[in-house]
């Protein structure tokens, strides 16, 4: 009887959409890919393409994360599954821990740098009373004025570590 019980209490917490137990949590490689494949699918169709990134299941969507498009020189969000991000000023996103504005440190990384750039920062996550760490991958998407960008919940991964994986490509 135990049993059935826990089992009952469970079902819905197994059940939830966007549950890492269903969905899964993203691994650091896995962004660093969909953020270079979402660079090149930008570059191929342009303005045209920025609809991908509103699709709340669309391609650049996938376990518990998903590929958003920024306009540095803009210091804003442009379309993403999560449609309060939408205009989002940039220059204004800090790290819970250290208060870093992160998304403009990876900006000026990145319009420096073709291949992209890491970054780490604290964020709220469900289940934790504490900030846990993120990372980030920014990247540019060429002949445009955009960038795309993906994080991730990871404590493992060094940062030094993180930029083997883009540098190894």
Same mark, same amino acid.
């Given at each position: 009887?135990?049993?059935?019980?826990?089992?009952? =209490?469970?079902?819905?917490?197994?059940?939830?959409?966007?549950s890492a137990?269903?969905?899964?949590q993203?691994?650091?490689? %896995? $962004?660093?890919?969909k953020v270079t494949e979402a660079a090149r699918y930008l570059e191929?169709?342009?303005?045209?393409?920025?609809q991908e990134f509103e699709k709340p299941n669309g391609r650049f969507v996938w376990k518990d994360t998903y590929v958003f498009v920024t306009q540095c020189e803009g210091y804003y969000c442009l379309p993403s599954p999560k449609r309060k991000e939408i205009? =989002?000023?940039?220059?204004?996103?800090?790290?819970?821990?250290t208060d870093k504005l992160y998304i403009l440190n990876l900006c000026s %990384? $990145?319009?420096s740098n073709p291949a992209g750039g890491w970054t780490e920062f604290w964020w709220p996550r469900t289940g934790f009373a504490e900030p846990q760490r993120k990372v980030s991958f920014m990247?540019?998407?060429?002949?445009?004025p955009y960038q795309v960008v993906s994080d991730t919940f990871d404590d493992m991964t060094s940062v030094l570590d993180l930029g083997k994986i883009?540098?190894?490509?």
């Open positions: 009887m135990r049993y059935w019980l826990i089992l009952l =209490l469970c079902i819905p917490a197994f059940s939830y959409a966007d137990f269903v969905t899964g993203a691994t650091p490689q %896995e $962004v660093y890919d191929k169709t342009g303005e045209e393409g920025l205009g =989002l000023d940039v220059s204004k996103i800090k790290c819970f821990k %990384e $990145v319009l990247k540019q998407v060429p002949n445009t883009s540098y190894s490509k």
